[in-house]
């Protein structure tokens, strides 16, 4: 992970930089507001870690202009300012977070890797069924012993449909809409294919729609 921060102070700047660079980031500093533009002209960052006052433009003007220019990159603030007019703008201006000086730099860390966990789990959603996994927004199948497939985009749809409501019917004219054409016999096949491709149950109920049994 690719870390800018603006930190003027250069005792508080190279023992941040240093410590998070003994945990596994790559971290440039600049102190002052107009080197973060600079940077980032030419270098995409996942995290911006910003000081308020600084020289030149202060951390809050520097993050309202990223975020004007389209940046939308996560960011920080470090600051001794306490008041809750600054803290209640910088959260306004999008920051994930604000740290209020001092800080423990273990604190720190701790909100950045909560942050980007939940960043990770929000974006590799995956649903379980026995031993299998499966994630919804790629298809992927994760198989017991490894073997591992894509469903197809019809076949994942209606699977994520079965598998959120396991246990329970799913009406017809609900799965016929997944379908790239509304046709019973189209159905009926991928509900086949899926069975034998997954080893798994799915039970017709006549007139009224399918269920995956629960496991």
Same mark, same amino acid.
């Given at each position: 992970?690719?870390?800018?921060?603006?930190?003027?102070?250069?005792?508080? $700047?190279?023992?941040?930089?240093?410590?998070?660079?003994?945990?596994?980031?790559?971290?440039?500093?600049?102190?002052?507001?107009?080197?973060?533009?600079?940077?980032?002209?030419?270098? !995409?960052?996942?995290?911006?870690?910003?000081?308020?006052?600084?020289?030149?433009?202060?951390?809050?003007?520097?993050?309202?202009?990223?975020?004007? /220019?389209?940046?939308?990159?996560? /960011?920080?603030?470090? !600051? /001794?300012?306490?008041?809750?007019?600054?803290?209640?703008?910088?959260?306004?201006?999008?920051?994930?977070?604000?740290?209020?000086?001092?800080?423990?730099?273990?604190?720190?860390?701790?909100?950045?890797?909560?942050?980007?966990?939940?960043?990770?789990? !929000?974006?590799?959603?995956?649903?379980?069924?026995?031993?299998?996994?499966?994630?919804?927004?790629?298809?992927?199948?994760?198989?017991?012993?490894?073997? !591992?497939?894509?469903?197809?985009?019809?076949?994942?749809?209606?699977?994520?449909?079965?598998?959120?409501?396991?246990?329970?019917?799913?009406?017809?004219?609900?799965?016929?809409?997944?379908?790239?054409?509304?046709?019973?016999? /189209?159905?009926?096949?991928?509900?086949?294919?899926?069975?034998?491709?997954?080893?798994?149950?799915?039970?017709?109920?006549?007139?009224? $729609?399918?269920?995956?049994?629960?496991?």
């Amino acid at each position: 992970m690719k870390i800018l921060l603006l930190e003027d102070d250069t005792v508080l $700047g190279e023992s941040l930089q240093e410590f998070l660079e003994m945990e596994g980031f790559d971290v440039e500093r600049v102190t002052r507001g107009e080197e973060v533009f600079d940077r980032t002209f030419d270098t !995409s960052y996942d995290l911006y870690i910003l000081d308020i006052n600084v020289p030149d433009i202060n951390g809050l003007e520097v993050l309202k202009e990223l975020y004007e /220019a389209e940046d939308r990159t996560p /960011a920080i603030y470090i !600051s /001794a300012l306490t008041d809750i007019r600054t803290i209640t703008q910088g959260f306004d201006l999008g920051a994930i977070d604000y740290l209020k000086k001092p800080f423990d730099p273990e604190e720190l860390l701790l909100r950045i890797r909560r942050h980007f966990q939940q960043n990770v789990e !929000s974006s590799t959603r995956i649903l379980r069924y026995g031993n299998l996994r499966f994630e919804p927004e790629s298809g992927k199948v994760q198989m017991e012993g490894g073997e !591992s497939f894509y469903l197809g985009e019809v076949q994942g749809r209606i699977f994520q449909t079965l598998l959120e409501r396991e246990g329970q019917l799913v009406p017809t004219p609900e799965l016929l809409d997944l379908l790239e054409r509304s046709n019973l016999n /189209a159905l009926r096949v991928t509900m086949a294919k899926l069975k034998k491709r997954l080893g798994i149950t799915i039970s017709n109920v006549r007139g009224q $729609g399918y269920l995956l049994e629960k496991v």
